[in-house]
C-alpha cells in the first residue's frame, strides 16, 4: 500500500492550497479516507475524514468552514481543499487510511500513511 501526498507549499496568510493524496495497493472503497497534520514540536491531530459510509464528511473544529475534503475514486485520489489559510494552519499533512468502520479521528485507527507535504502560512 502506498499513499502519496503532494500539493503542500508557501502561501500567505488568506491564501489557498489544495493537496492530493493518490492511492494504490488497496481497494480505495473499502477504506475511510483522512487527513491529519502535526506542526513543529506538537503532536498528530485529526483534520478532516470521510465517514464509515464512505460519504459522511468530519472536521476539526479549527477547520471547519475553511477546509473540504473530497475524492475520486476513479483516480484513487483523495483531495483537501484548504482556504483562507492562516499562519497556525503551518504544518506537515499527512493523509491516511483506516478501515472504514473505525473511528475517523483517533490516529491509531489509521493502518496507512502517506509521507507528509508540508505547508507553510505565511503572515
Known amino acids: 500500500v502506498q499513499l502519496q501526498a503532494s500539493g503542500g507549499g508557501l502561501v500567505p496568510s488568506g491564501g489557498s492550497l489544495r493537496l492530493s493524496c493518490a492511492a494504490s495497493g488497496l481497494t480505495f472503497?473499502?477504506?475511510g479516507m483522512g487527513w491529519s497534520r502535526q506542526a513543529p514540536g506538537k503532536?498528530?491531530?485529526?483534520?478532516?475524514?470521510?465517514g464509515w459510509n464512505g460519504d459522511s464528511t468530519y472536521y476539526a473544529d479549527f477547520v471547519k468552514g475553511r477546509f473540504t475534503i473530497s475524492r475520486d475514486g476513479a483516480k484513487n485520489t483523495?483531495?483537501?481543499q484548504m482556504?483562507?489559510?492562516k499562519p497556525e494552519d503551518t504544518?506537515?499533512?499527512?493523509c491516511a487510511a483506516r478501515a472504514r468502520a473505525l473511528g475517523i479521528s483517533a490516529a491509531g485507527n489509521y493502518a496507512y500513511w502517506g509521507q507528509g507535504t508540508q505547508v507553510t502560512v505565511s503572515s
Open 83 to 85: 482556504n483562507n489559510l
Open 29 to 31: 472503497s473499502s477504506f
Open 43 to 50: 503532536e498528530r491531530e485529526f483534520v478532516a475524514a470521510f
Open 91 to 94: 504544518a506537515d499533512y499527512y
Open 78 to 80: 483523495v483531495y483537501l
